[in-house]
């Protein structure tokens, strides 16, 4: 009889959630600021922008995420010490998992960019937690926690389409099937939609899409977002759509910064001094780039 394999958060759950020393809180101070929620108060919702990684220095922080039916499931609960995010925070996309006050709680709230210093000067300390993000990520891949929910035939060619789309951008997301799930049944019902309209998206902040494009379906989970036309960058990295025949190499930071001084200095300008500060790298969500 073959052995069960074993969720990530049962083999590496210490690596998942590790515990921080008192000064390793010290060192990131310099890099947050601290803030106080209310006992019920949410930290994060699902499908909307969080502020970045959250450390606890009191109180309790409860994490949730919702199953297909739209329960509520616990995840952890974050006591003094520990830390909340996963890399969504890293990359500022939406939340995937709730967070809410047990008790009164203090946290030192670091945001995204500052997050991204952080990993950058205490290399040990970033590497415990950039490890941490990712085993959350993989976690939440493992059970399609916080992602779309695709309705619609299992064999269906927009079906998989859809799911393959997410798969590649690794986005978790969760498949079921109206003819023989109860609670699809239910669901397609409840917003009146012909079987031939299938499939539909439900996504993590509410909205129903049907049998949506990629582009319409990256939007409304928060891969694609609108680009801030008052922000400068001397360098846009864009490629690896879906027609790329391999992965494009990503420059490193020493290269960047050799192009975009030598960008700068053609342009008549200074030049950068940080390649964090000039570099917009784009990763495409395939199809919504063509």
Same mark, same amino acid.
């Given at each position: 009889? =073959?052995?069960?394999?074993?969720?990530?958060?049962?083999?590496?759950?210490?690596?998942?959630?590790?515990?921080?020393?008192?000064?390793?809180?010290?060192?990131?101070?310099?890099?947050?600021?601290?803030?106080?929620?209310?006992? @019920?108060?949410?930290?994060?919702? $699902?499908?909307?922008? +969080?502020?970045?990684?959250?450390?606890?220095?009191?109180?309790?922080?409860?994490?949730?995420?919702?199953?297909?039916?739209?329960?509520?499931?616990?995840?952890?609960?974050? !006591?003094?010490?520990?830390?909340?995010?996963? !890399?969504?925070? !890293?990359?500022?996309?939406?939340?995937?998992?709730?967070?809410?006050?047990?008790?009164?709680?203090?946290?030192?709230?670091?945001?995204?960019?500052?997050?991204?210093?952080?990993?950058?000067? #205490?290399?040990?300390?970033?590497?415990?937690?950039?490890?941490?993000?990712?085993?959350?990520?993989?976690?939440?891949?493992?059970? @399609?926690?916080?992602?779309?929910?695709?309705?619609?035939?299992?064999?269906?060619?927009?079906?998989?389409?859809? =799911?393959?789309?997410?798969?590649?951008?690794?986005?978790?997301?969760?498949?079921? /099937?109206?003819?023989?799930?109860? #609670?699809?049944?239910?669901?397609? #019902?409840?917003?009146?939609?012909?079987?031939?309209? !299938?499939?539909?998206?439900?996504?993590?902040? +509410?909205?129903?899409?049907?049998?949506?494009?990629?582009?319409?379906?990256?939007?409304?989970?928060?891969?694609?977002?609108? $680009?801030?036309?008052?922000?400068?960058?001397?360098?846009?990295? $864009?490629?690896?759509?879906?027609?790329?025949?391999?992965?494009?190499?990503?420059? /490193?930071?020493?290269?960047?910064?050799?192009?975009?001084?030598?960008?700068?200095?053609?342009? @008549?300008?200074?030049?950068?001094?940080?390649?964090?500060? $000039?570099?917009?790298?784009?990763?495409?969500?395939?199809?919504?780039?063509?």
């Amino acid at each position: 009889m =073959a052995t069960p394999s074993r969720s990530v958060m049962d083999t590496r759950g210490e690596q998942m959630f590790p515990t921080l020393e008192p000064g390793e809180i010290e060192r990131m101070r310099r890099f947050g600021e601290v803030q106080q929620f209310a006992a @019920g108060e949410m930290l994060a919702h $699902i499908g909307e922008v +969080g502020p970045g990684i959250c450390v606890v220095l009191a109180g309790a922080v409860e994490m949730t995420w919702q199953d297909e039916a739209g329960r509520r499931q616990p995840i952890v609960t974050y !006591l003094p010490g520990a830390f909340m995010g996963e !890399l969504a925070q !890293l990359s500022g996309r939406p939340s995937l998992v709730d967070a809410r006050a047990v008790k009164p709680v203090t946290v030192l709230v670091i945001p995204t960019e500052r997050l991204r210093a952080l990993l950058v000067a #205490e290399a040990e300390l970033g590497e415990r937690i950039m490890r941490a993000l990712i085993l959350r990520r993989v976690a939440i891949l493992e059970t @399609g926690a916080g992602g779309p929910v695709i309705v619609g035939r299992p064999d269906s060619g927009d079906v998989l389409r859809l =799911a393959d789309f997410l798969r590649r951008n690794g986005h978790p997301h969760s498949r079921i /099937d109206p003819e023989t799930d109860p #609670e699809a049944k239910a669901l397609v #019902e409840r917003f009146h939609v012909d079987p031939g309209e !299938l499939p539909i998206v439900l996504c993590p902040g +509410g909205q129903l899409l049907h049998n949506p494009g990629e582009t319409q379906l990256a939007r409304c989970i928060g891969l694609l977002r609108p $680009i801030d036309p008052d922000l400068v960058y001397d360098v846009a990295i $864009i490629g690896a759509g879906r027609r790329a025949s391999r992965p494009v190499s990503m420059p /490193d930071r020493k290269d960047c910064v050799h192009w975009c001084s030598t960008a700068a200095h053609s342009a @008549g300008r200074p030049a950068p001094r940080r390649a964090s500060r $000039i570099i917009s790298a784009f990763r495409p969500a395939s199809a919504a780039w063509r």
